[in-house]
T-cell receptor
Framework: KQEVTQIPAALSVPEGENLVLNCSFTDSAIYNLQWFRQDPGKGLTSLLLIQSSQREQTSGRLNASLDKSSGRSTLYIAASQPGDSATYLCAVGSSNDYKLSFGAGTTVTVRA | NAGVTQTPKFQVLKTGQSMTLQCAQDMNHEYMSWYRQDPGMGLRLIHYSVGAGITDQGEVPNGYNVSRSTTEDFPLRLLSAAPSQTSVYFC????????????FGQGTRLTVV
């Protein structure tokens, strides 16, 4: 059974600092990995999708890397802003049954 | 651009009552799924469907039923609500079951008293 872990559970940084969010998974037989943002009381918004054959994906200030062999993905957010405050979840798609396994998320607070 | 629409947004039920959570998508996606989100835990898969007429159980299916009579709709039924079913429920869809980008609804916050 795929286990997905996100550490730390919470993070508080001053505005302008770069954010580094970690996601680790136990089974390297993955189809893809997706990073989501969740605002309080809201649904999940997809940020980046990395296919298993890719090493990284970029969108604006966001960059996600994937190392399948070590079971790790990292989401970098450059020059953080208060509007980046949210919970960030990673989800791993299995190449065996194509189901998504989610981490519990990292809650980020960016202080103005 | 409706995407995935869930209703209701909030619901309070008494133990033993039944209800249906509605989910509709307008993207012609084959694959739809229901998750529950509990504090400190990742989303857990309840049921999923790979197309109209085809459903299957996920990780935590007990106490829930689903059906998929059309591509667009995927309702989740609680047969006899229990306090352990207090949670936030999310419906999601993807183009097909091979987990291309997943789109989520806004969630239904359910409290069972």
């Amino acid at each position: 059974k795929q286990e997905v872990t996100q550490i730390p559970a919470a993070l508080s940084v001053p505005e302008g600092e770069n954010l580094v969010l970690n996601c680790s998974f136990t089974d390297s037989a993955i189809y893809n990995l997706q990073w989501f943002r969740q605002d309080p009381g809201k649904g999940l918004t997809s940020l980046l999708l990395i296919q298993s054959s890719q090493r990284e994906q970029t969108s604006g200030r966001l960059n996600a890397s994937l190392d399948k062999s070590s079971g790790r993905s990292t989401l970098y957010i450059a020059a953080s802003q208060p509007g980046d405050s949210a919970t960030y979840l990673c989800a791993v798609g299995s190449s065996n049954d194509y189901k998504l396994s989610f981490g519990a998320g990292t809650t980020v607070t960016v202080r103005a | 651009n409706a995407g995935v629409t869930q209703t209701p947004k909030f619901q309070v039920l008494k133990t033993g009552q039944s209800m249906t959570l509605q989910c509709a998508q307008d993207m012609n996606h084959e694959y739809m799924s229901w998750y529950r989100q509990d504090p400190g835990m990742g989303l857990r898969l309840i049921h999923y469907s790979v197309g109209a007429g085809i459903t299957d159980q996920g990780e935590v299916p007990n106490g829930y039923n689903v059906s998929r009579s059309t591509t667009e709709d995927f309702p989740l039924r609680l047969l006899s609500a229990a306090p352990s079913q207090t949670s936030v429920y999310f419906c999601a869809s993807t183009i097909n079951r091979r987990n291309t980008e997943a789109f989520f609804g806004q969630g239904t916050r359910l409290t069972v008293v």
